[in-house]
């Protein structure tokens, strides 16, 4: 059973930066696409970024394009989202989650699509 355990969420204050990291327990070769979600209480879960497991294609919410870097260690089954430039409105729960299908043309926004997800890590920005 494919596991993945989100880390390294934390406090830091407005204009820090932090990275948080996804590992999967396991290789499965019909995993096409990885992505981040987050959700800040009283509202609603949506996407933040995503990579192709291909060519690595990356995509980005208008939000935090410029200041997010999605990236994965295949060797090591781990996916990165660099987060830079943080805001306030950054504060949230990451969650990050797998999916067969691929990333495109706005899919990896779908996110009934993606099974299965982490337990989440928070992150808390001050200001």
């Given at each position: 059973l494919l596991q993945l355990v989100e880390s390294g969420g934390g406090s830091v204050q407005a204009g820090g930066s932090l990275t948080l990291s996804c590992a999967a327990s396991e290789y499965r070769d019909n995993i096409n696409c990885m992505a981040w979600f987050r959700q800040a209480p009283g509202k609603e879960r949506e996407g933040v970024a995503a990579i192709s497991d291909g060519d690595r294609g990356t995509y980005y919410a208008d939000a935090v394009k410029g200041r997010f870097t999605i990236s994965r260690d295949s060797r090591i089954l781990t996916v990165y989202l660099q987060m830079s430039d943080l805001k306030p409105e950054d504060t949230a729960m990451y969650y990050c989650a797998a999916s067969q299908y691929y990333c495109g043309g706005?899919?990896?926004?779908r996110q009934g699509d993606f099974q299965?997800?982490?337990?989440?890590?928070?992150?808390?920005?001050?200001?």
């Amino acid at each position: 059973l494919l596991q993945l355990v989100e880390s390294g969420g934390g406090s830091v204050q407005a204009g820090g930066s932090l990275t948080l990291s996804c590992a999967a327990s396991e290789y499965r070769d019909n995993i096409n696409c990885m992505a981040w979600f987050r959700q800040a209480p009283g509202k609603e879960r949506e996407g933040v970024a995503a990579i192709s497991d291909g060519d690595r294609g990356t995509y980005y919410a208008d939000a935090v394009k410029g200041r997010f870097t999605i990236s994965r260690d295949s060797r090591i089954l781990t996916v990165y989202l660099q987060m830079s430039d943080l805001k306030p409105e950054d504060t949230a729960m990451y969650y990050c989650a797998a999916s067969q299908y691929y990333c495109g043309g706005g899919y990896w926004l779908r996110q009934g699509d993606f099974q299965p997800w982490g337990q989440g890590t928070q992150v808390t920005i001050s200001s």
